[in-house]
């Protein structure tokens, strides 16, 4: 129950096995005591004495050791109260309800202790995920050797069902990875030459050598790790709150119970035992257990519950945050879009051949530099057309207007309007109202012209939107977000198209990274928390200034896992609402818990001056601890919302 230790060594992640062990001896001895005393056995006789002391120790042993290791510490806390309870009930003769006492609040101990170990639990597999040895390639021969030996630029040789050692990149084969272990992503993911791995992840069905590009200590794997056991460690402006008062707290209940038991004796005239009594139950009801673990409960379950689903929270206090935002600004390339331009629409007149104006076009893109060239070829690709096999001569580059070439006997021309005023090359109207048509829709509109009558016509090519990103905005405002804003670098006309196609509700384009961290500055003065959601590499600035960083930069990005509060190891936008449902959820079940538990504290408290009996104020007490946690632990297996559900997440 002491909420200080550390939560995420070995011993810990044990301590469910020996916390149960201890509970369950409390319950069998104390069961055995219960039986006794009903058949009517003496109090004090030797049997009920022994099996007494027996149960006292098993069920006292964990809270005793946190108390001496509190008290080591220089502090108090509520383990002392509940062992000087439990002393109390034996010195005035109730031995079964001082056992009830132990098992119970041991069996809250079980539990809190079960909670941190399934964070653990999904660390401690993800270490061994890594394997041990290695095949390193070194000229003609291969050897196994210790991956703790190798350095970057070592070649390896991974075969069919093998897992990663390192991170680095493919330098011979092809492949395919399950790369689940790090993003929760269950499909497949193609690796072919130059394509970067990680450690730990599973190689599919084909045999390559890799390149390490990472030295072991600095994988994806085990920053991930670390980054998970720092998030654990941290404590939560609540959790920090309630460890604030603990000691104080403490004392005064102390102080609270001495009191009652001097007035009750010189004041009633009650006897001692009968003093000593209403003092004790007195320690139980006051005793704050169920407040102390009402936010570590459930914050490393839902800590637990993201990190299942590829959501990294750095610390309970991102968890907590994310809870309380009301807008979210989205960098607009890779993260809401896909970063890849693409063919949206190609406009030709009616009596146009479309198949040979792009296999025309194709044959002058293939010489050109420009990176528009890859959507216009991949489009030609996918129609099956052929690129021109006449003669080419006359190709020429002009920077910023464009490409055109002699292809045979035909002259083509690709690109704005200056590159064909610049070649005595009238346009029709029709191609520049529709090249204007696209524009305006924030599409960039390559013009095509050639020497033959009415082959002419516009291929629009624009970034493609994240199939997922509309949904994601719309299952946002489900969840309470208030405004959604694009902050992006490029052209308004542009970003507003995006806008419209998502329905976020504003747009500030045109930006460079330091006035993105102007325009955060903006939104949060104007009330309320706000989140930046990027890629991790080019808005680092504004994740790192934003209330909340979220970084969409999928595995192995390290901006993303350096500068941001919480990284979405997919690349699926729908992560988003399900991190901020479960933020959510996490934040709902820590009030729920608060007010329950000082409800409690103050209805056992008002109750002992009304002759509560210690059994009831055992029960009221420890039942109320067991239900807070069972309440954290909810979130790990509580079904997720349709609308926060992404494709692979199956709970």
């Known amino acids: 129950m002491d909420s200080s230790k ?3 060594s070995h011993s810990e992640a044990a301590a469910p096995v020996g916390a149960a062990v201890a509970t369950l001896l409390c319950a069998v001895l104390g069961g055995v005591v219960a039986i006794l005393h009903f058949q009517g056995a003496l109090p004090f006789s030797r049997q009920m004495l022994l099996f007494g002391v027996l149960a006292y120790l098993a069920g006292a042993c964990i809270p005793s050791l946190n108390a001496v290791r509190a008290l080591r510490g ?13 002393l109390g009930a034996a010195v005035i003769g109730d031995w079964l309800e001082g056992i009830v006492l132990l098992f119970l609040f041991s069996l809250s101990g079980t539990l809190e202790a079960f909670a941190m170990y399934r964070t653990t639990r999904s660390i401690e597999s993800l270490i061994q995920l890594r394997p041990s040895e290695a095949t390193l390639v070194t000229e003609n021969f291969e050897q196994l050797v210790a991956v703790d030996s190798l350095t970057t630029g ?47 992840t599973i ?18 794997l085990e920053r991930i790790v670390h980054m998970v056991q720092e998030a654990q460690a941290q404590k939560t402006p609540t959790q920090r709150f309630v460890e604030s008062w603990q000691q104080p707290y403490v004392i005064g209940v102390l102080s609270l119970a001495a009191i009652v038991f001097l007035a009750t004796r010189l004041l009633l005239q009650n006897s001692w035992q009968s003093a000593f009594y209403h003092a004790m139950v007195l320690l139980v009801a006051a005793s704050p257990c169920a407040v102390v673990v009402s936010s570590p409960a459930v914050l490393l379950s839902a800590i637990a519950r993201a990190g299942r689903q590829g959501i990294l929270f750095k610390g309970g206090v991102h968890l ?23 063919v949206t629409e190609v406009w030709v007149p009616s009596n146009a051949d479309v198949n040979q104006l792009l296999s025309l076009a194709a044959a002058v893109e293939h010489h050109s530099e420009h990176p528009l060239k890859v959507p216009v070829l991949a489009e030609v690709d996918r129609r099956s057309i052929q690129r ?27 690109g704005r309007e200056g590159l064909f005023e610049g070649h005595d090359q009238r346009l029709p109207d029709d191609l520049l109202e529709n090249a204007r048509r696209i524009r305006e829709a924030g599409q960039t509109a390559l013009l095509i012209a050639t020497s033959v009558q009415n082959l002419y016509g516009v291929i629009g090519v624009a970034d493609q939107l994240r199939p997922e990103a509309a949904a994601a905005l719309a299952a946002l405002r489900e969840l309470g977000i208030h405004k959604s804003i694009i902050l992006t670098g490029d052209h308004e006309r542009v970003a507003r198209a995006v806008a419209r196609q998502l329905g976020a509700d504003d747009v500030r384009a045109g930006l460079l990274p330091d006035q993105k961290v102007v325009e955060l500055g903006l939104l949060a003065k104007s009330g309320g928390m706000v989140a930046m959601i990027g890629d991790g590499v080019n808005d680092a600035p504004a994740l790192a200034a934003a209330s909340v960083g979220i970084a969409m930069g999928g595995a192995g990005t390290d901006v993303a896992l350096e500068v941001a509060d919480v990284v979405l190891m997919r690349d699926d936008l729908k992560a988003l609402p399900l991190a901020v449902w479960i933020s959510q959820q996490a934040r709902r079940r820590v009030r729920q818990n608060m007010i329950f538990s000082f409800s409690m504290i103050a209805v056992l408290v008002i109750s002992t001056f009304f002759r509560l009996p210690l059994w009831l104020g055992v029960l009221g007490h ?26 692979n997440t199956s709970k």
């Open 388 to 414: 021109s096999a006449a003669t080419m001569t006359e190709f020429h580059s002009h920077t910023g207007l464009g490409v055109h070439a002699q292809i045979g006997d035909i002259w083509v021309g690709i």
């Open 203 to 220: 190689n599919g069905q084909g045999s390559v050598l890799v390149t390490m590009t990472r030295a072991v200590a600095d994988t994806t």
């Open 320 to 342: 907590e945050n994310l809870s309380k935002v009301e807008t979210i600004a989205f960098d607009k390339t890779g993260t809401v879009t896909l970063g890849k331009p693409a």
């Open 6 to 8: 550390p939560k995420t």
């Open 74 to 86: 220089g502090s108090l806390n509520v383990d002392i109260l509940m062992i000087l309870a439990a």
């Open 622 to 647: 420890e039942g109320s601890t067991v239900l807070v946690v069972l309440n954290g632990l909810r979130i790990l297996w509580e079904r997720t919302p349709d609308f926060a559900r992404s494709r």
């Open 154 to 200: 070592c070649v390896l040789r991974v075969r069919p069902g093998e897992r990663f050692p390192v991170d680095g990149v493919i330098s011979e084969g092809e492949t395919w990875a399950d790369e689940s272990t790090l993003t929760g992503e269950s499909e497949q993911i193609v690796k072919s030459l130059g394509a970067q791995v990680f450690s730990g």
